[in-house]
Each structure stands twice: as structure tokens, then as C-alpha cells.
């Protein structure tokens, strides 16, 4: 049965497909299609890179030819014989399965977090050339995932000490970029319109630019993966804003003009400047780690501190370490925006709404745990305790200004009860004869009822006497 209630909530549109105007799409060869796959060149890279082992080393005695040629054979098999492909998946999951079950300091010992990265290509060539494989069953293959990891990311003065081995401006932008943002290595691939400053008036409150802001930089945001479904918004600190416009300058110098908004951040010169790749970008941390002494310490086959991911371990620990004015769980759900993620749970991003300006505000809380030079975090220490200051002060003089107003309300409701309490007083102080007079003016009549009047009479002489007698200014 149709739902009509879900036709009636779409919007109908005159648009009509003939079959003259249905076109027949050749399909590109299976490596081109496999590459069509993939938004991002980093990932594509990757992805390539992995398949290649797989077809040309580990399936060397499988399948012949060339590396495309390899690959429009596992795509043949896969179509012909579906079964056949399963077989050599699982079979291929076994032999990868036998070296996790190795010691971990055999060189051919394989951790099994890794074990997936092998498939996740394959599986992106066959999809894309509508090859069905049951991957389920493929998935349940594989090793229990090792996160015991004995690796842990870098401290503050790991890298302050990797800065000081730093060659020129770019290298110093990149260390606190990477640092002061936790983006991943693959987030690198900027350009100059996903950054913007963001000011602190002197109010206390937080601006976005442009650059003519009276106020100080409180934090820069970041665009990264602009343009992509997993784009997300990250903030540097100060001290990494600062680096990147000292590199600006240089970028302007070796460039001999100013950079354009769609001009990559990060260059390298090939014959021409272009786009700094982020295997160049990692070898320049491997360099500045290297003659610190930092990359002597290995668990099994890996150095303790990952090189890239080392950043965004110690961004992490970092932020959520640090204290926030916002209740933990919100603190944490917006810490794990800044990075990338959903939230703490898949559901936070639909039901956690969040924006710019509530990230920047919590993330500038972090400001000074994050800002790695000692000199510059004193002082942005110092600027924060300011600003803390600042805003104890303004509160203070509001909540002045309020009680105030409230002790001049006071007062005059004070003064007004005064002045009634003072004609109660006086009206209860009044003669009793005077009472009498008024009593039988408003009656109409002087003759008024002989019972009435005898009983108020009697009262009020009693009130005559009590007004006379010596102890009559005491008020009960």
C-alpha cells in the first residue's frame, strides 16, 4: 500500500525522463573508477598505495601483469567467480591473522589494528565496480583489535624542544599548528580562506575578524577538509596564529605577492610552488623530532610517540584535562567537535547543537595549556586572568548597580509605610468625641436609635475615660 501521507510531504517537480534521453555510461577502467571513489587525494594516495602491495607483492603468484592490470583481474574474478574471490579474501585474512599471533618484536609481526587496512582498498575497487562480496563474513575473519597500545602522544616540552631544531617559519607553523589544533596530518592540506581570527573586544565577548579589530587574537578557526562531508571546524592558539603570519610573510617573499584566499598555506617548490604534500610535511617533523633525540624509544616495531598523531594525542589529553565553566559532558561532546568526531555518541550531532562562537569561547579556556612556548603561555596566563578579572569587575558593578536600585526600592516602600503607619496613628488617636459628632453626622439624624447609639455611647466614654487617665500614651 502506497504511504500517501509521505507523497503528500514531497514537492512534486515538472520533470520528465524519456528513454531517448537515457544515456549509457561507459564505464571507466577499474583503477580510474576505484580513484573516483575517493574525495580525498591524501586517502586516494593511501588507498593506492595498499592496493598495489596487495595485488603486486602479497598476491604476486595469484595474479599477473602490471599493477592496472592486476586490478581489472580482481575485478574479472569477482564478477566470474564470486566465490572463488571470497575464498582468496578469507584466505588472504588467515595469512595476515598468522603474523598478529607472532611476537611483537618479530620483523614480521603485524598489530592487529592494522589487519583492516588491507582490505578497506580492495573492498573500495570492488564496490566501485559493482563486484558484491559478502563482507560480512570477510569482517568476522579478523582478529581481536590490540588497544593496549603502550604509545602515548607528546608533551609540552617534547615539543618545545623539537621548535628549537626548527629550520625557518614553516617548520615553527607547522609544529604549532599541528599542536595547538589536534587536527590530523591529512587536515593539512589548507589554504588561506580557512583560516580567520577571531578578537576579544574589550568587553571580554568574542568577534570574528577582519584583521581591523581593535581587540587582541583570543584563538584562530580553521576550515579543515573544507568542501568535503567530513569537513569540521578546529581553533589554533594565538601563539600558532602568529607563527602562521610570520610564515605568511615568508610565503609573500618567496612568492612575490601576497597569498590569495585559494592559495594553499603550506607551500613546497617543485621546479614551482605548489602544495606542500603531507608525506613533505611529516618529513620535516620526522627531521625536528630526529635531532632533538626524540625518536629512540620504540615498543615492538613503533617509536612510543606516534610523529603526527603524537599532536593530536597530546591536544586531547590536554583539552580534556583542563577545567570548563560548562557542565563535563558538554565540555567533552564540544572538545570532541573540535576534533573531528560526532560527539560522544553518534546521536550527539543531531541532538547536540552547537556553534562557531560556543566552541571558540570553550576552546579559549584551553588557551594557555595549549600554548607551548613558556614566555608566550605566561602571558596568555596573564591575559586570561586579566580578562577574568575584567568580567569579575563588570559582573561586580552590575550586581552594585542592581542592589542599588533595590535598596532605593526598599526605601521608598519604607518611607510609604511610614507615612501610613503615621495616619493610622493619627486617626486612632483621634477624641472620642470627635467620633460621636461624626457618628451622628453620617447616621442623617441626631435622634439615632436608642439601643445603637446607647451601646456606642457607653463605648465611647469609656474611650474618653481611657484617653484621660495618666497611662493613656501606651499603645497596645
Known amino acids: 500500500m502506497i504511504n500517501c501521507s509521505f507523497i503528500g510531504s514531497l ?20 583503477l580510474e573508477l576505484f580513484k573516483q571513489g575517493i ?19 602479497i598476491l604476486e603468484d595469484v595474479l599477473e601483469g602490471t599493477f592496472e592490470e592486476r586490478a581489472q583481474q580482481m575485478v574479472d574474478i569477482g564478477r566470474d567467480e564470486p566465490r572463488w574471490m571470497r575464498d582468496l579474501l578469507l584466505s588472504l585474512s588467515r595469512k595476515l591473522r598468522e603474523r598478529t ?107 570574528l575578524g577582519p ?48 597569498p590569495n584566499p585559494k592559495d594553499p598555506i603550506f607551500l613546497v617548490q617543485r621546479g614551482s610552488y605548489g602544495s606542500a604534500s603531507t608525506k613533505i610535511l611529516r618529513d620535516r617533523v620526522v627531521r625536528m623530532a630526529t635531532k632533538a633525540g626524540l625518536r629512540r624509544t620504540k615498543t615492538s616495531k613503533r617509536f612510543e610517540v606516534p610523529i603526527m598523531n603524537g599532536f593530536r594525542r597530546f591536544w586531547n589529553k590536554t583539552c580534556k584535562e583542563a577545567a570548563s565553566g560548562d557542565s563535563t559532558l558538554a565540555s567533552l561532546i564540544k572538545k570532541e567537535y573540535m576534533m573531528g568526531h560526532r560527539g560522544l555518541v553518534s546521536l550527539d550531532q543531531n541532538y547536540f547543537k552547537t556553534n562557531l562562537m560556543e566552541l571558540a569561547i570553550e576552546y579559549t579556556k584551553v588557551v594557555p595549556d595549549l600554548t607551548i612556548e ?20 563588570s559582573e561586580m558593578d552590575r550586581t552594585l548597580e542592581r542592589l542599588s536600585r533595590d535598596v532605593a526600592d526598599m526605601r521608598r516602600e519604607r518611607d510609604s509605610m511610614r507615612q501610613e503607619i503615621s495616619t493610622l496613628r493619627k486617626q486612632q488617636e483621634m477624641p472620642a468625641t470627635e467620633l460621636l459628632d461624626l457618628l451622628k453626622r453620617y447616621s442623617g439624624s441626631d435622634d439615632a436609635s436608642g439601643d445603637v447609639l446607647g451601646s456606642l455611647t457607653g463605648l465611647i466614654r469609656q474611650l474618653v475615660v481611657a484617653q484621660s487617665s495618666p497611662n493613656a500614651g501606651c499603645k497596645t
Not at 374 to 393: D, F, G, I, Y
Open 11 to 30: 514537492t512534486f517537480l515538472h520533470v520528465k525522463l524519456t528513454r531517448d534521453e537515457i544515456v549509457r555510461v561507459e564505464d571507466d577502467s577499474p
Open 39 to 57: 574525495k580525498s587525494k591524501e586517502t586516494a594516495d593511501k588507498y593506492t598505495q595498499v592496493l598495489k602491495q596487495v595485488t603486486c607483492k
Open 101 to 207: 599471533e607472532l611476537p611483537t618484536e618479530h620483523t614480521n609481526y603485524l598489530n592487529p589494528d592494522s589487519v583492516g587496512n588491507y582490505f578497506k582498498p580492495i573492498k573500495k575497487l570492488l564496490d566501485m565496480n559493482d563486484v558484491t562480496i559478502p563482507w560480512k563474513r570477510i569482517y568476522a575473519t579478523y582478529p581481536e583489535r590490540d588497544n593496549m597500545s603502550e604509545s602515548r602522544g607528546w608533551t609540552r616540552d617534547e615539543i618545545s624542544l623539537m621548535l628549537k631544531y626548527a629550520r625557518g617559519p614553516l617548520d615553527r607553523a607547522l609544529v604549532l599548528v599541528l599542536a595547538s589544533s589536534g587536527m590530523r596530518a591529512g587536515g593539512l592540506t589548507l589554504i588561506w580562506e580557512d583560516l580567520t581570527p577571531i578578537y576579544r573586544i574589550n568587553d571580554g565577548s568574542l568577534v
Open 211 to 258: 584583521a581591523n579589530n581593535d581587540g587582541s587574537v583570543a584563538c584562530a578557526v580553521l576550515r579543515v577538509y573544507r568542501g568535503s562531508p567530513e569537513s569540521y571546524l578546529a581553533f589554533i592558539t594565538p601563539e600558532a596564529f602568529d607563527a602562521l603570519q610570520v610564515y605568511g610573510r615568508t610565503w609573500a617573499e618567496l612568492r612575490r605577492q601576497p
Open 374 to 393: 613558556e614566555t608566550e603561555r605566561l602571558r596568555q596566563s596573564n591575559h586570561m586572568m586579566a580578562s577574568n578579572v575584567q568580567k569579575l569587575e
